[in-house]
C-alpha cells in the first residue's frame, strides 16, 4: 500500500474550495477566514485574483460592514468584522428562538461554567494555560477544554444580547 | 499566510471560531464526498464541526467515514479523520496546528493509529486552503484503497 499523503499536491489547477465560485464569492470567502490585519495582495493570494480586484471587493464588503479596514497601515489592511458578525448571530437567534429558550440557554450555559470553574480551580480561562502538560494528548485534551471554557464565557454575552434584541423587537435600543 | 512562525509553548487557547466553522460547513455541504453536516452543540454554538464521508464511495470493509473539525481564534485546529472498518477496526489520522514541546505547532499525526505526530509543512494556514489540503488527501486515501 503507498503511503498515506497528508499535504497531496493538488489534482486541479482551481483549489478545491474555489470551483464554482466567482471573484466576489471568493474574496468574500476568504475574508470570513481572516482574524488580523490582512493587506489585500495576500488575500488576492488566497482567493486566485488580482490584487485590484480583491481591494475593489473588499471595499465593497468594508462599505457592508462585514469587513473592517485599516487605513492607518502602508499598505491598507482587511480582517473580517467581528462585531458586525457577531450582531448577525445575536440577531438570528434573536429571530429564531423565543426569549423563554434564551433565558434557559443562558442558565444552562452558567451551569456549565460553574462546572469549568470548579474543575480548573479558576475563575478566568485565560490565566490558565493550555499546553504546559506532558503527554501530546493531554495538551490537546486540555487545549479543548479551555478552549470551549472560553467558547460558553462569550456564547453568554452572545444570548443576553440576542435577549436584548429579542425584548425590543430586532432593536438595541428601546424605541 | 507564510510559513509558520514559532511560538512558545505557553498562552491560553482561543475560544472555538464560529465565523470559520461556519464557513467550512457551507463549504462541506457542496462536497461530493461529504453527505451530512452537523455543529456540536448547535449551529447557534458551534464548536465542533462534524461531517460524515459517504460510505457509498468506499470499497467493502469501510462502513463509516467522518471528519471532526476544531477552529480556535487563535488560527490553530484539529482535523480529525476516522474510518471504521468492517471488522471493528478504525484507520484514523489528524491534522493539528497547536503548541506542544514535541513537534512544529503545525503537525500531522499519522495513521491509522493517529499516536505517532510528524512535522507538517503547508503553504498557506488559510482556513479554506487546509480544507481543500484535508479533502484531498482524504480522496487520495479512498483511490488507494480501491487500488489494493
Sequence with gaps: MTEFDPAPESPATERRWQQGEDTFSRVYDVAMGITSPTPAAEIAD????????????????????????????RPVQYERNEGYLEWQ???????????????????????????????????????????????????HDRMTAVSEWRGVIRDIRLYELARQLAENDGHLIPA | MGPDPPTP????????????????ARHLRN?????ETAFDPDSYEPRLLHALVDAGQYPEG????????????????????????????????RWDRHPNPHNARLHFHEPPTAVDATDLSLSSRHPLDIYSTVLDAIEGRIQTLWEN
Design chain 2, 31 to 35: 462536497e461530493a464526498l461529504i453527505v
Design chain 2, 9 to 24: 509553548n505557553s498562552g491560553s487557547p482561543g475560544p472555538p471560531d464560529r465565523q470559520t466553522l461556519q464557513l467550512l
Design chain 1, 89 to 139: 448571530d445575536a440577531s438570528r437567534i434573536a429571530d429564531e428562538l423565543t426569549v423563554e429558550e434564551i433565558i434557559d440557554r443562558v442558565s444552562e450555559l452558567e451551569e456549565e461554567r460553574a462546572d469549568y470553574e470548579d474543575e480548573f480551580d479558576a475563575t478566568d480561562p485565560t490565566a490558565v494555560s493550555g499546553y504546559d502538560q506532558d503527554s501530546h494528548e493531554a495538551i
Design chain 2, 62 to 93: 469501510v462502513i463509516a467515514a467522518r471528519l471532526d473539525i476544531r477552529w480556535f481564534t487563535t488560527g490553530d485546529f484539529s482535523f480529525h479523520y476516522v474510518e471504521t472498518h468492517e471488522d471493528e477496526s478504525r484507520w484514523e489520522c
Design chain 1, 46 to 73: 488566497v482567493a486566485d485574483c488580482s490584487p485590484n480586484a480583491a481591494k475593489k471587493h473588499l471595499d465593497r464588503l468594508a462599505k457592508m460592514g462585514i469587513v473592517s479596514v485599516n487605513r492607518d497601515g
